[in-house]
């Protein structure tokens, strides 16, 4: 394992492998920051202009060519037969430096069960001290526990989805369809596609984990 240390930043990026990410993310993500590539996520950093500082994976789907002009990057390599994913072991990576935010670029391959697994182990509770986002194809999500402020134009969606149970005492402002304390279900659909009416909104939870999605972008 990787002796990890942090000297500036307060936040890490971490880069998952799938479809290429648009470079227009790059714009909103943290600077400076520790940068961590799960395996072919390692491809996702020239789009986004970013420098490596730590590559974690089995190393079973990056090029070598990447690797290659990743030479000196230091590399925590682990068996291919393994119990868990590239991104998990990159976010367990992430997790060691104890920062206060996480943002992962990436991790929308086209297959539905990378994409709900990624969805799923991002809401680790062994990450619950982070704020986490999630750009992944044109989508920004939030793993919301507490509060978050959105950023948007008046028409924008925007959905609200209990994850891991019931969440309770889901309050918003500047949307169009307000909450005042409501209790959103896993298995319900009621948070689906409402519309910013500001271009600042909030959403907060008294109890529970919410994910919070912008399927066109916002931040």
């Known amino acids: ?38 395996d072919s996520g390692l491809h996702q950093a020239d789009l986004l202009g970013l420098d490596v500082d730590l590559i974690v994976g089995d190393l079973d789907s990056v090029s070598a060519a990447a690797l290659a002009k990743a030479e000196g990057i230091p590399i925590e390599q682990h068996p291919t037969d ?16 104890d920062v206060g ?47 978050q402020t959105l950023h948007g134009a008046p028409g924008d969606l925007v959905s609200l989805l209990a994850v891991d149970g019931p969440a309770k005492g889901v309050r918003t402002s500047g949307l169009k369809w307000e909450l005042s304390g409501a209790t959103l279900e896993p298995t319900s659909g009621q948070g689906l596609s409402n519309v910013f009416e500001k271009p600042v909104a909030r959403v907060s939870v008294e109890q529970g984990v919410l994910l919070v999605i912008l399927p066109a972008g916002g931040s």
């Open 82 to 97: 393994k119990s868990q994913t590239d991104l998990e072991l990159a976010l367990d990576a992430a997790r060691r430096l």
């Open 101 to 147: 935010r996480l943002v992962v670029v990436g991790g929308d391959g086209g297959r539905l069960d990378h994409l709900l697994i990624n969805a799923a182990v991002l809401r680790n509770p062994r990450l619950a001290h982070m704020r986490i986002e999630w750009f992944a194809g044109q989508a920004h999500t939030y793993v919301v526990r507490s509060e």
């Open 1 to 38: 394992m990787v002796e990890l240390s942090l000297v500036e930043p307060d936040a890490v990026v971490v880069l998952a492998g799938g479809d290429p990410i648009d470079p227009v993310v790059a714009d909103d993500l943290p600077s400076p920051a520790f940068v961590v590539a799960a």
